[in-house]
């Protein structure tokens, strides 16, 4: 009898081991469901001077370990982050990652936000190395960005890693944070990969796993992603802003379902730095499997240097996705290239150019062809004329829609151009229905409606050419020439005569030395951290963190790279830091300090 309970004591405390192993909800979690502080517990300052990285590390190193259940609070602040190693002889520079975490579930991450509603901010420190760089043998070490248009040497790539990874974890959620990668202020090396910089660093990343939930999340100045799905499932964003990364808003390259309600993903490829596609969002299926199944609501596309909605199909594609009351702005490129199946929009707004829609050949059955119901389509966003890339606003070929009660004001392009032939129509033809569309491009092609079923539509134009060359599949199909007068009169935005001017400078390599095999022999390397420079109290503040004592004069530059400040003779003695004073006026300044003309420390110094 005695061994017998033995026995089954023994296989109840593995049972609730194997429990423990599994994914836990909050109720099984009981009371070893816990709540830790990122400042009381794991020593973060959130003061914007302490590097907080590492507390962070411990914060995610700690709740791996016991496999999530529970919450990480952060206290409202400014937590200054970043942490990069020199990884010789395999990578130049490689960044940590700040919270990771992987196989957790029931963890929330959660901000607490001041009095005024803003969110604690989590910001990456100035000068930290992004991009592909060489090391230069006159200059003792100091990198160089490589000028090479692709490369893919890992010998010279820099990363600074990514602020919230989610692998393998189901029942996250993330509520009321900033990130900032903050690339303005980066050492921006040359290219690397295919396109652009493709080295990582992302605001948030999720990988497999499912239910996870980002909540009043701002996210910005990310060279690559502000936020990347690479396979996650059930995901749901609510106001979530993406905003000034240099790759994406929001990349999904696999995984399935997704609910996002009043976001933004905007800006993209907007700052110092971008990398192809700079989409807002881009949903591009790369694992090879479709991509299914999506919910944006009250959701915004707009300024992106590439497309606001990229669907970037190729042997997988993209399927069930619908956007209701969303806004698509796009000054610089199309607003939106959607070619997947079964994607619908109710209620939505398009400013800039619309291509690809689902083509003939995926059409199965009539919820396969994509779908505008009460839309409003127009070339000129707040008297603006956006950027015409395309003779068309909705160039299709060989590729059904359906417009139903839209309308669409085209002030300086063709409105249509649809290429299927004529021929018997059926429940799976293209269809305009009860829509009015102003086509105000005269003496040009204004549209050629082909293979396309019109019902109930009025088209008022200027003189200009039109292929109507199927007449017997238009039902009540109105066309009123207008003047140029009651043309313009017609739209409701004034029109301005200034160009769309695009006044963002993009970092450019120029260094004179090209990339050559071997440059990284050189055994002296940099370390990002040896030497610091930050502003505290009318003091820049320098830190030396090598075994030596250095001196070197301190310049102080205006944002018009006037010198206004001089220290010399300053001598730092070895993991020493000592703070120099400087009276300086309201406005943005460089400082450096500088030994045998080498730049050891360098920083923006902002007086309010």
């Known amino acids: 009898m005695v061994k017998l309970s033995k026995y089954i004591a023994a296989l109840l405390v593995l049972l609730l081991f194997s429990v423990s192993k599994g994914y836990p909800q909050k109720s099984e979690c009981g009371a070893g469901y816990i709540e830790k502080n990122i400042v009381k517990d794991f020593g973060a300052k959130g003061d914007g001077i302490t590097n907080d990285h590492a507390a962070f590390e411990l914060a995610a190193d700690y709740f791996n370990k016991r496999g999530g259940c529970g919450k990480l609070i952060i206290p409202f602040g400014l937590y200054k982050v970043g942490r990069q190693v020199v990884d010789t002889p395999r990578r130049f520079m490689n ?47 100091i990198p160089k960005c490589t000028p090479a248009s692709r490369n893919y040497d890992v010998k010279f790539a820099a990363t600074i890693g ?10 996250v959620k993330i509520k009321h944070i900033e990130l900032d990668g903050n690339m303005d202020n980066c050492i921006i090396g040359g290219a690397w990969g295919d396109v652009g910089r493709q080295l990582f660093h992302v605001g948030i990343y999720t990988n497999q796993g499912r239910d996870i939930e980002l909540v009043d999340i701002n996210v910005h100045h990310f060279a690559l992603d502000g936020v990347e799905n690479a396979g996650a499932n059930k995901l749901r964003f609510e106001n979530v802003v993406s905003s000034y990364n240099g790759r994406q808003g929001f990349s999904w390259v696999d995984g399935d379902t997704l609910t996002a309600i009043n976001c933004k993903f905007n800006h993209t490829g907007r700052l110092y730095i971008y990398s192809a596609p700079s989409a807002g969002v881009d949903i591009e299926p790369e694992r090879k499997k479709d991509i299914s199944y999506a919910q944006f609501t009250n959701c915004e596309f707009a300024y992106n240097r590439g497309c606001g909605l990229l669907m970037a199909v190729g042997a997988n594609t993209v399927r069930n996705m619908n956007f209701a009351n969303c806004t698509f702005i796009g000054m610089y490129n199309w607003s939106a290239w959607i070619p997947g199946v079964d994607i619908h929009f109710s209620d939505c707004s398009f400013y800039g150019n619309v291509v690809h829609t689902v083509p003939n050949k995926m059409v199965q059955k009539v919820k396969d062809i994509t779908s505008f119901k009460r839309c409003y389509f127009s070339d000129i966003y707040n008297g603006v004329v956006t950027r015409k890339p395309g003779g068309y606003f909705f160039p299709l070929n060989s590729e059904k829609i359906i417009l139903d009660d839209c309308t669409m004001k085209i002030y300086n392009r063709g409105f249509f151009w649809h290429s299927s032939g004529c021929g018997p129509t059926d429940s799976l033809t293209s269809e305009i229905r009860n829509s009015v569309i102003y086509a105000a491009n005269q003496n040009e092609w204004q549209a050629s409606v082909t293979g396309i079923k019109i019902t109930n539509t009025k088209l008022f134009t200027l003189p200009g050419k039109l292929n109507l060359a199927c007449p017997k599949d238009y039902t009540n199909f109105e066309r009123t ?20 001017a695009d006044t963002v400078s993009y970092f450019v390599c120029k260094e004179e030395k090209v990339l050559v095999k071997g440059s990284t022999g050189l055994k002296r390397r940099p370390s990002p951290e040896k030497y610091l420079m930050f502003y505290e109290d009318s003091n820049c503040v320098i830190a030396n963190r090598t075994k030596n004592s250095i001196t070197g004069t301190l310049y102080v530059y205006n944002d018009k790279q006037q010198l206004v400040a001089t ?37 923006h110094l902002i007086i309010p």
């Open 162 to 171: 990514g602020a919230i990874s989610i692998n393998s974890s189901s029942t």
């Open 567 to 603: 220290r010399k003779a300053i001598t730092i003695k070895a993991n020493y830091t000592k703070g120099v004073s400087l009276v300086l006026s309201t406005g943005k300044y460089v400082a450096k300090f500088v030994q045998k003309q080498i730049t050891l420390a360098s920083g």
């Open 95 to 141: 960044g940590a990652d700040l919270l990771f975490f992987k196989n957790v579930t029931n963890l929330t991450v959660e901000g607490i936000p001041n009095k005024q509603g803003q969110s604690p901010l989590i910001k990456y420190a100035d000068g930290l190395y992004y991009g592909s760089f060489y090391y230069d043998k006159q200059r003792f070490g």
């Open 481 to 500: 020439s207008y003047t140029p007068e009651k043309m313009l009169a017609a739209f409701p935005e004034s029109v301005s005569s200034l160009k769309l």
